[in-house]
């Protein structure tokens, strides 16, 4: 039961760092791209998904609460800096992206600001918060693994970005974003290569699984994809090919931490709830998903269209 109840919520997880971990990217990318009709268009290609996408790290944080309330607690202990600095420009993109479009030129220019520091924010905290729970035992997240990690994902929502940039938009900004994408995919590359020699031998280890014998395997495949797919006019396929790369890793992640939660200080089965509690939550769980699912699917099915 406990089992079933960490890989729920790393499905939860895993969905919002590939959805909202786009976003993030795209608001990232407001840095770079200067013009306003570029803005402008880039704004309207997330604003209909954004919080559809953040429904998944809500699922993830009162899932964690029911099922996990141990391990909550002591993740506030441990990690209540990055966390606040996380929701609060979390808030402050949300801000950003729903009132652009009728603020004035002044107004629109802090905005916009605002727009791609708190999308910067958001994306370190969160790898941070990542890199801190990789240590064994976790500790104190202002250290050079967290900080690495925190890197590099804001170079993989950064790389997720360009190409939903390059699928979504007309014109020069999909030119633009391809190929900051394959400066992006290489900081990106090395980043995780100094993660692996620098952080906890786990990562490494996790090569004698099963199942981290595939989520390498996986990874491998989509670091050489990645850019190769660049060059195909099919423009979906290298942003499916980055979130598969982004999935492998997270995954690779996992199953090297596993059995802990937290490591050094709780596995999965001392930090869960009782067998009742999981079992009502998971219940709650097996409706909620499927739901946001159609929801999520919905919404980019309206919105499949270019934006010009």
């Not at 929701?87 to 220019?109: K, N, T």
């Not at 925190?150 to 633009?176: N, S, T």
Request: charged residues 10%.
């Amino acid at each position: 039961m406990a089992d079933l109840s960490a890989l729920t919520l790393a499905f939860s997880l895993l969905m919002y760092v590939l959805l909202d971990g786009t976003d993030l990217g795209t608001g990232m990318l407001f840095a770079l791209f200067r013009n306003e009709d570029d803005r402008r268009r880039m704004a309207a290609s997330i604003l209909p998904v954004w919080d559809a996408n953040e429904t998944w790290l809500v699922l993830m944080a009162a899932g964690l609460i029911a099922l996990f309330p141990l391990a909550y607690g002591q993740v506030f202990v441990l990690l209540y800096v990055p966390l606040f600095v996380m929701l609060l420009a979390l808030v402050a993109r949300a801000v950003a992206l729903e009132y652009r479009s009728d603020a004035s030129i002044g107004a629109q220019r802090v905005l916009d600001g605002t727009m791609y520091i708190s999308s910067f924010l958001a994306a370190l905290s969160q790898g941070v918060m990542a890199g801190a729970l990789l240590n064994n035992p976790a500790h104190a997240w202002f250290s050079f693994v967290p900080l690495l990690t925190g890197a590099g994902v804001v170079l993989a929502y950064l790389l997720a970005g360009c190409l939903w940039l390059r699928w979504r938009l007309q014109g020069d900004v999909g030119q633009r974003a391809r190929r900051l994408a394959w400066l992006f995919w290489l900081l990106l590359l090395l980043a995780m290569v100094w993660l692996v020699l620098a952080g906890p031998p786990s990562i490494l280890d996790a090569w004698q699984r099963p199942l981290g014998k595939l989520a390498w395997l996986m990874l491998a495949v989509f670091v050489v994809t990645t850019p190769l797919l660049l060059f195909t006019p099919w423009r979906i396929l290298p942003l499916m090919s980055a979130l598969g790369l982004m999935a492998s890793w997270l995954a690779l992640l996992m199953v090297a931490n596993y059995p802990w939660i937290l490591p050094g200080i709780m596995t999965v089965t001392q930090a869960a709830a009782s067998p009742e509690s999981q079992r009502f939550v998971l219940w709650g769980y097996a409706i909620a998903v499927p739901v946001t699912l159609i929801y999520n699917s919905w919404a980019f099915w309206i919105f499949r269209g270019k934006v010009t």
